[in-house]
């Protein structure tokens, strides 16, 4: 059973840099195409950036591209998402996920597991 906890969110200061971590408890997340999504408030939840679990390919956002890199440590069964140059549009609730996909969804419905999400607050 895969169990995803975030960690990492807080408040930064515009410009500034923050990296998530989503953790697999369950110790099956190796095997499984790993993404992180946001939600702001008012706003549905979207697709940030996604990571495969074979070929360690991944795919971002155009939003996010050139500022953010997602990342994975298999043998820490954890997934990491580094956010550089943030500005006050990235403040949102960030959430893990995972999927059995070989490919990398953007759809939040193509994914089966969620973690409870952390806050990322940007100040201006």
């Known amino acids: 059973q895969v169990q995803l906890v975030e960690s990492g969110g807080g408040l930064v200061q515009a410009g500034g840099s923050v990296r998530l971590s989503c953790a697999d408890s369950g110790r099956t997340g190796s095997t499984y195409t790993m993404a992180w999504f946001r939600q702001a408030p008012g706003k549905e939840r979207e697709f940030v950036a996604g990571?495969?679990?074979?070929?360690?390919?991944?795919y971002y956002a155009d939003s996010v591209k050139g500022r953010f890199t997602i990342s994975r440590d298999n043998a820490k069964n954890t997934v990491y998402l580094q956010m550089n140059s943030l500005d006050h549009e990235d403040t949102a609730v960030y959430f893990c996920?995972?999927?059995?996909?070989?490919?990398?969804?953007?759809?939040?419905?193509?994914?089966?597991?969620w973690g409870q999400g952390t806050q990322v607050t940007v100040s201006s």
């Open positions: 990571i495969g679990w074979y070929r360690d390919e991944s």
């Open positions: 996920a995972a999927t059995g996909s070989l490919r990398i969804p953007t759809m939040s419905y193509e994914y089966v597991y």
